[in-house]
């Protein structure tokens, strides 16, 4: 596979952004436990409401990253994240830290991811070849999941050592270091897409989910994405409530679990281009697809124990194995299906859809748990990540420009 030195340059900068976010991850939440001592309600609103006016405010970003070239956006991305997200050290240095400048550090922190991912998805598809995609999806693929199992553990050891405001500054200056790999890029950028008349402004931010909803793949697979993702995040705080309180599981336990699980997604995101090449991205896709959604609702009936631990570790494996293989033929597929002119805003508005019903079905699994049983919730949510399959693009003229896909 023929992935030039450019394209090397743009996966260090990610990789290098992501082992931040990794480190700094929960760090936000932590500070306002531990520094502002805020109640648990306000340490949920956080994360929620953050995601929610994050994508309220990059909703309108679309267009206008669309017509423009990419890179110059994906560095003031970085250096957005990174001077929102350097204030708090500096205000926990200077005594003025405040619940509100979390709050708005949380929302101009989730901006800045969705502008990047909307410029970035564009931009690789200019930059690596059609035959190259599925490796390369695969590669960012894999180190999300490589970072995602040792950045937390190495975080919060970094914390343990030095204390949370050092953490906070490692995750920054992963940013500031990204907009320096983007800068490195030497390939002169392709002239963005011309900008034609698409009628109001309106018409021009929802263009990209009139996209999603008219092409028949792209629609089963985005309501295959939702619900998947959805049902997941509403059982991960579940899953963790059970193991550490109900069940007993030690935090070492529930990070070793969670660490073997997150092999899977590396694993499988290293084997998307052999499994294309032999099988086709159809099959693959469809396989994938399924693969990740078997294994959740066996969680609803966890032993105590090292068998609970072993059962954990080997569901959530076998779930992000599948997703390892599924994200990056994915994220291939929505590229070619795609036209350059729209790409970066079907990106957004996945991206902002994503956030908005992901806090939502925290939230009713929350209420579920609630009103029935931690171990209820969890079936119900593995029910939903199971139904998630029949929204898969089955019938092959829904994909049928994968058929004879063999590269």
């Not at 050891?157 to 490195?184: K, M």
Request: proline share 5%; aromatic share 8%; net charge positive.
């Amino acid at each position: 596979m023929a992935l030039g030195s450019d394209f090397r340059r743009l996966w260090s900068a990610y990789a290098i952004s992501e082992f931040g976010t990794g480190v700094g991850f929960g760090a936000l939440p932590l500070v306002a436990v531990l520094v502002l001592d805020v109640p648990e309600l306000q340490v949920s609103l956080l994360a929620a409401l953050g995601g929610l006016a994050a994508a309220a405010l990059a909703l309108p970003a679309g267009p206008w990253i669309e017509f423009r070239r990419k890179r110059p956006v994906m560095m003031g991305a970085d250096l957005l994240r990174f001077v929102a997200i350097i204030s708090v050290p500096a205000a926990m240095l200077t005594g003025r830290l405040t619940y509100t400048q979390l709050c708005v550090v949380t929302v101009l922190q989730a901006t800045g991811t969705i502008l990047f991912a909307s410029a970035s998805g564009a931009h690789l598809k200019a930059l690596v070849g059609p035959d190259d995609r599925d490796v390369a999806n695969g590669r960012f693929e894999a180190t999300f999941w490589t970072v995602y199992s040792a950045g937390p553990a190495i975080g919060g050891a970094l914390t343990s050592a030095i204390g949370v405001a050092w953490t906070i500054t490692v995750d920054a200056v992963s940013f500031l270091l990204s907009a320096v790999g983007v800068r490195s890029l030497r390939t002169p950028e392709p002239a963005p897409p011309p900008r034609h008349s698409q009628g109001s402004r309106l018409r021009e931010i929802t263009a990209g989910w009139r996209h999603l909803i008219a092409h028949r793949g792209l629609r089963r697979l985005f309501l295959n994405s939702q619900l998947f993702a959805g049902s997941m995040m509403a059982a991960a705080p579940l899953l963790t409530v059970l193991m550490l309180r109900d069940l007993g599981f030690t935090p070492w336990q529930y990070g070793l679990a969670w660490g073997i699980a997150c092999l899977g997604g590396v694993t499988g995101a290293l084997t998307v281009g052999r499994l294309t090449s032999r099988f086709g991205r159809r099959q693959v896709l469809l396989w994938a697809g399924v693969g990740r959604a078997l294994w959740l609702w066996v969680l609803a009936f966890l032993p105590t124990g090292v068998l609970g631990v072993v059962l954990v570790a080997l569901v959530e494996f076998l779930a992000l194995f599948g997703s390892g293989v599924f994200n990056p033929t994915f994220a291939t597929y929505r590229m070619t299906e795609t036209e350059d002119g729209l790409l970066s805003r079907v990106i957004a508005c996945w991206s902002i859809t994503s956030r908005t019903v992901q806090p939502v079905c925290i939230a009713l699994g929350g209420l579920l748990a609630t009103v029935t049983d931690l171990r209820t919730a969890l079936l119900v949510c593995g029910v939903g990540v199971l139904a998630s399959s029949a929204l898969l693009p089955w019938r092959s003229t829904q994909h049928r420009e994968l058929v004879s896909d063999r590269p």
